[in-house]
């Protein structure tokens, strides 16, 4: 556990194919101010010394209201020209965890995900019965056509005409955007926070790695993790919790870690993504295999906030 009364926040908008020439100058800097907008969200709870959980949700919440990124307002059509969506996370200090899939009307499903976490009876929920309860307790819902935007309808006529004849569609082409944030707080306890649209042209009811807990998202006494990228590969290597576990009990750093899980452990399966993680010293670790990762972080120890793309802080170029 940390021994200084510090904070540090991390997030991720996604990783995929984003590459230089096919994103506007425009758009980069829409990008920019709403990861911008979401570190700020986050260090404000924590700078007040509030919880790690809270200024994950916090965080992630913004992403969730941006058109940007694959999660909430923003998120991918399924195959039937439908939105799905998925979420989770988990408290490090209590291991209390919540997590949903297939909701068609939670506004913001990080804070349904968080309303199940402080449940004793129940971890995960999904399609109605999720949208029924989120209801119940007064949590914002919309209609499905609330989550529509012209990029991604536009993405998901592409992802048709080159999937007609396919079971699978291959998504390595295909821009991704599920957005996450790893957090610790004064007290030193950690959290991971999670949340996606899925993945374009997805099957109606596939469930990706978001909304399981120690795939797309871990947090314990050790680390937190908030994955991104083909969900299948991190289910199928519980990347999240395997983390943990390369730390707790291979003795491994969190960036060795983290680079394992990576680039050995998913890559060697054919995935493609990345993810970000916090130790309980504060240390972050952001790597992905991929052509980019919308991501940034926040250190109280020397009061920086970055945002990344590629290898570059955007914040200092302006």
């Not at 260090?43 to 209201?65: H, W």
């Not at 592409?158 to 079971?167: P, Q, R, Y």
């Not at 997805?202 to 871990?218: E, L, N, S």
Request: glycine share 10%; charged share 20%.
């Amino acid at each position: 556990m940390s021994t200084t009364k510090t904070f540090s926040l991390c997030i991720h908008g996604g990783a995929g194919v984003i590459n230089k020439e096919n994103l506007s100058d425009k758009e980069k800097e829409l990008i920019v101010k709403d990861l911008n907008l979401s570190l700020s969200a986050g260090k404000e709870i924590l700078s007040k010394g509030g919880t790690a959980s809270d200024a994950a949700c916090a965080a992630v919440v913004r992403l969730e209201n941006s058109v940007h990124f694959n999660a909430g307002k923003g998120a991918v059509f399924s195959r039937s020209g439908q939105h799905f969506l998925e979420a989770s996370i988990m408290d490090g200090h209590t291991l209390k965890a919540g997590a949903l899939a297939n909701s068609r009307s939670i506004k913001n499903p990080i804070e349904f995900a968080k309303t199940l976490m402080h449940r004793d009876d129940i971890v995960m929920l999904s399609g109605t019965a999720a949208d029924n309860m989120a209801n119940q307790l007064k949590h914002e819902l919309v209609e499905n056509n609330y989550f529509d935007t012209s990029f991604r309808k536009n993405q998901w006529e592409t992802a048709k005409s080159l999937s007609e004849n396919a079971i699978f569609l291959d998504h390595s082409n295909l821009k991704m955007g599920t957005v996450g944030a790893v957090a610790i707080d004064q007290n030193g306890h950690l959290a991971a926070a999670t949340s996606t649209g899925g993945m374009t042209n997805k099957i109606d009811g596939r469930i990706g790695d978001t909304a399981i807990i120690g795939c797309g998202t871990y947090a314990n006494s050790i680390c937190a993790v908030s994955c991104t990228g083909i969900g299948e590969y991190f289910i199928r290597t519980t990347i999240a919790s395997l983390v943990a576990n390369l730390m707790e009990y291979g003795g491994l750093s969190l960036e060795e870690a983290t680079h394992k899980a990576i680039h050995e452990h998913q890559a060697m399966l054919g995935g493609e993504g990345g993810l970000i993680a916090i130790d309980n010293q504060g240390h972050i670790a952001m790597p992905y295999n991929s052509q980019g990762m919308y991501r940034g972080l926040v250190n109280e120890l020397d009061d920086s906030q970055k945002v990344y793309i590629w290898n570059t802080d955007e914040n200092a170029l302006k």
